[in-house]
Nanobody, 125 residues
Framework: QVPLVESGGGLVQAGGSLRLSCAAPAYTFRSSTMGWFRQVPGAEREFVAAVLTINSSAYADSVKGRFTVSRDNAKSIVYLQMNNLKPEDTAVYFC???????????????????WGQGTQVTVSS
């Protein structure tokens, strides 16, 4: 299991912004599609966004236009910039890595082999 470490979660009011970060070992990061998923209690883990290269990324419809995923290959960190947050964005957010680097980017949890521990994001109304 590759250690992925998320940070940046917290409590924010609706309409606010947060930026999540996920650090990965360099050998994993440079060879992987990096993704973000989220999960609320009692529900399935759902895809949020993923990035393979600067020109190849994918987003869930529910976050398009509000969230931006990016990666810093020099630092081996993937970011999720979340703007205009809504109460329904409240969840535990997980970072994940897919070492296969497939195109199109896969969006199901089963396609990602390595996971972080998650960071809580709470959006108050």
């Amino acid at each position: 299991q590759v250690p992925l470490v998320e940070s940046g979660g917290g409590l924010v009011q609706a309409g606010g912004s947060l930026r999540l970060s996920c650090a990965a070992p360099a050998y994993t990061f440079r060879s992987s599609t990096m993704g973000w998923f989220r999960q609320v209690p009692g529900a399935e883990r759902e895809f949020v966004a993923a990035v393979l290269t600067i020109n190849s990324s994918a987003y869930a419809d529910s976050v398009k236009g509000r969230f931006t995923v990016s990666r810093d290959n020099a630092k081996s960190i993937v970011y999720l910039q979340m703007n205009n947050l809504k109460p329904e964005d409240t969840a535990v957010y997980f970072c994940a890595a897919d070492s296969r680097r497939l195109v199109p980017i896969r969006t199901t949890p089963g396609d990602f082999g390595d996971w972080g521990q998650g960071t809580q994001v709470t959006v108050s109304s």
